[in-house]
């Protein structure tokens, strides 16, 4: 029996919180209960079973404790997640979204295997083995508009690979969220510079920055961009 008492989040809906707002614990509500998908904490309370949402683990985790200002979910969210690995935070978007989809994108087989054997009863989630550098490549396994993309790739081009895969799959209306990993881990100025460089490069290919949060405290050297498409 745990004494920790659940709250919804004041702002998303299907996120839980728990504890005083300096110290907040973050949870979604188990889609398939009584399972774990990384070790992570298991809490009932009033007779329903919720999985903690580690900030550490997980950047889009530390972007919702940043209090971002877009309220960028939606119960029934088409997603298309880029770097899906063993499936650390899409399990938590497939309790927090149980009547969307999430495609998720992984190019190592080695974690895409862990992932189908981490979320086979799961519904809401398709793997797909493909590299997020040829959006071209997996447009027969995804079968609806994208409302929102999210990336975290770690790769030095992200925001290439994430305008290739924005103009081929989201929405007019959609949102794209970048974790923008700077590459250098000495240096505040490099890493500053690295932001700046993605920055234009989204701006010069019509997306907008509607914000930006810095989640330094849980990740090193990772600021999140929240992007839209600029109106024509
Ligand atoms: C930082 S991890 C992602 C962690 C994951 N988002 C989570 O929170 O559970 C980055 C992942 O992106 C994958 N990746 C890197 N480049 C990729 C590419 N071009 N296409 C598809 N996956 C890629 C890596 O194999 C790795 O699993």
Same mark, same amino acid.
């Given at each position: 029996?745990?004494?920790?008492?659940?709250?919804?989040?004041?702002?998303?809906?299907?996120?839980?919180?728990?504890?005083?707002?300096?110290?907040?614990?973050?949870?979604?509500?188990?889609l398939i209960p009584g399972t774990q998908v990384y070790g992570?904490?298991?809490?009932?309370?009033?007779?329903?079973?919720?999985?903690?949402?580690?900030?550490?683990?997980?950047?889009?985790?530390?972007?919702?404790?940043?209090?971002?200002?877009?309220?960028?979910?939606?119960?029934?969210?088409?997603?298309?997640?880029?770097?899906?690995?063993?499936?650390?935070?899409?399990?938590?978007?497939?309790?927090?979204?149980?009547?969307?989809?999430?495609?998720?994108?992984?190019?190592?087989?080695?974690?895409?295997?862990?992932?189908?054997?981490?979320?086979?009863?799961? =519904? @809401?989630?398709?793997?797909? /083995?493909? !590299?997020?550098?040829?959006?071209?490549?997996?447009? %027969? $396994?995804?079968?609806? +508009?994208?409302?929102?993309?999210?990336?975290?790739?770690?790769?030095?081009?992200?925001?290439?690979?994430?305008? =290739? @895969?924005?103009?081929?799959? /989201?929405? !007019?209306?959609?949102?794209?969220?970048?974790?923008? %990993? $700077?590459?250098?881990? +000495?240096?505040?100025?490099?890493?500053?510079?690295?932001?700046?460089?993605?920055?234009?490069?989204?701006?010069? =290919?019509?997306?907008?920055?509607?914000?930006?949060?810095?989640?330094?405290?849980?990740?090193?050297?990772?600021?999140?961009?929240?992007?839209k498409k600029k109106a024509i």
């Amino acid at each position: 029996m745990s004494n920790v008492e659940i709250r919804n989040h004041p702002k998303f809906n299907n996120i839980y919180i728990s504890g005083a707002s300096e110290n907040l614990k973050l949870y979604s509500k188990n889609l398939i209960p009584g399972t774990q998908v990384y070790g992570e904490r298991l809490i009932e309370y009033r007779g329903i079973e919720y999985r903690e949402w580690d900030p550490y683990r997980s950047k889009l985790a530390a972007l919702i404790l940043e209090n971002p200002f877009t309220n960028f979910f939606k119960d029934d969210l088409k997603c298309l997640y880029l770097g899906a690995s063993s499936g650390t935070t899409i399990s938590h978007l497939s309790d927090i979204i149980p009547n969307g989809i999430i495609y998720g994108v992984e190019f190592a087989e080695r974690s895409i295997r862990q992932l189908i054997q981490n979320t086979s009863t799961r =519904a @809401n989630i398709i793997p797909i /083995l493909g !590299d997020a550098k040829h959006p071209e490549n997996y447009t %027969k $396994s995804i079968f609806t +508009d994208i409302d929102l993309i999210y990336q975290d790739v770690s790769q030095p081009n992200q925001a290439e690979i994430a305008i =290739a @895969n924005s103009n081929y799959y /989201l929405k !007019d209306t959609g949102i794209l969220i970048l974790a923008i %990993k $700077s590459q250098s881990i +000495d240096s505040i100025e490099k890493s500053k510079k690295i932001y700046e460089q993605e920055k234009r490069t989204l701006e010069k =290919a019509r997306y907008e920055i509607i914000e930006t949060s810095n989640i330094h405290k849980y990740a090193a050297n990772h600021i999140i961009f929240i992007v839209k498409k600029k109106a024509i």
